[in-house]
């Protein structure tokens, strides 16, 4: 949690004597928690609210429930309760999400780190080299391709997603981590940001260098070709978005979700175009839609890759599609 400019746990610092401010933690926590008893999850949201804004841990209210609360601290406590009644998810009310045991920044602007993208990390990480190129297409808040860099030793990234809002979140990502000199954030459409080399509106400048140096102390150009293409692209069926928790359909950016009327347009183009930026014996790998697996692997096998496996997460559901570009495959010749 963010420390909100001050000590992170006044109430323990100094040891002495509480000031009376007219408010317990206890007091201010079960106000809160009253709000979101219809959520199903409302007293832990707030009890992670109360730690942010109030500076005070869940342990602390257990063991101290008196310790007393700043009425500036209960304000902006109870503001961010009221906005979490109203279904804003938690992650955008406090601005950051961990993912991969990493912490991001997050915004309205990005779809929030979700548990289950961790395995399409975790699979990619078992075939990830040193020194690798990777590509990650719908970057987003930079979440997947952040946690490979930091998981991984010399390898470089490039980050691609139509929203400049969404790049300038991931590139805020980049420096939190330390990871700005391994990866170039490019705007535009899928594999037309490579295209027409549009860095960010605020990206340092790409300078001209040999496309297979992998420099490491810098920024860099993105690569003519690259060992793994990686992607969490937009799933969701045009017709099914309407159906689901307020918190996802009316806050997080619908450009982010939509994936077509058969939610696999994404897939499609993807599949199709990745060979002409992939190696010989690259690797993609897709997270999908629970029952996407079988849809995603046909079209995988019928624009020519080899080696197609789907990967279940950790309640069994098709999560994961991964292949391997083959020798014979040629962009023109594929017809998804």
Not at 1 to 27: H, I, L, V, W
Not at 218 to 244: A, H
Request: proline share 6%; hydrophobic share 35%; charged share 30%.
């Amino acid at each position: 949690m963010k420390e909100n400019g001050s000590e992170k746990y006044p109430a323990e610092a100094g040891g002495g004597e509480q000031k009376d401010t007219g408010f317990t933690c206890r007091e201010v926590y079960e106000e809160g928690a009253a709000l979101l008893q219809d959520l199903e999850d409302g007293r832990l949201d707030a009890r992670l609210l109360l730690e942010h804004y109030c500076g005070i841990p869940a342990h602390r209210l257990l063991a101290d429930p008196e310790t007393a609360v700043e009425p500036k601290a209960r304000d902006a406590f109870m503001e961010a309760v009221h906005k979490r009644a109203a279904r804003e998810p938690l992650a955008y009310i406090i601005g950051e999400q961990s993912f991969m045991g990493l912490p991001f920044v997050v915004s309205p602007d990005v779809l929030i780190p979700e548990q289950d993208t961790e395995n399409l990390v975790e699979e990619a990480l078992r075939y990830l080299e040193d020194g690798s190129r990777i590509l990650d297409l719908c970057t987003g808040s930079g979440c997947i391709l952040l946690s490979l860099l930091h998981y991984s030793n010399d390898c470089i990234g490039v980050g691609t997603d139509i929203s400049e809002p969404a790049l300038r979140i991931a590139r805020q990502n980049a420096g939190t981590l330390g990871l700005a000199d391994r990866v170039v954030w490019l705007r535009g459409d899928l594999f037309d940001a490579l295209g027409s080399g549009r860095p960010g509106e605020e990206n340092d400048a790409v300078p001209e260098k040999d496309m297979q140096q992998r420099p490491l102390n810098g920024p860099f150009s993105s690569p003519e070709k690259y060992d793994m293409i990686i992607s969490n692209p937009p799933y969701i069926r045009t017709g099914v978005i309407e159906t689901l928790a307020p918190e996802v359909r009316c806050a997080e950016p619908r450009l982010a979700l939509d994936g077509g009327e058969d939610g696999l347009d994404f897939y499609r183009r993807i599949i199709q175009e990745a060979p002409d930026h992939l190696v010989i014996g690259g690797r993609i790998i897709l997270e999908i839609g629970y029952d996407q697996g079988e849809d995603v692997a046909a079209l995988l096998r019928e624009a020519g890759y080899y080696g197609v496996e789907i990967i279940q997460d950790y309640n069994r559901n098709d999560r994961v599609v991964t292949a391997v570009r083959s020798m014979k495959q040629k962009r023109d010749n594929v017809n998804v």
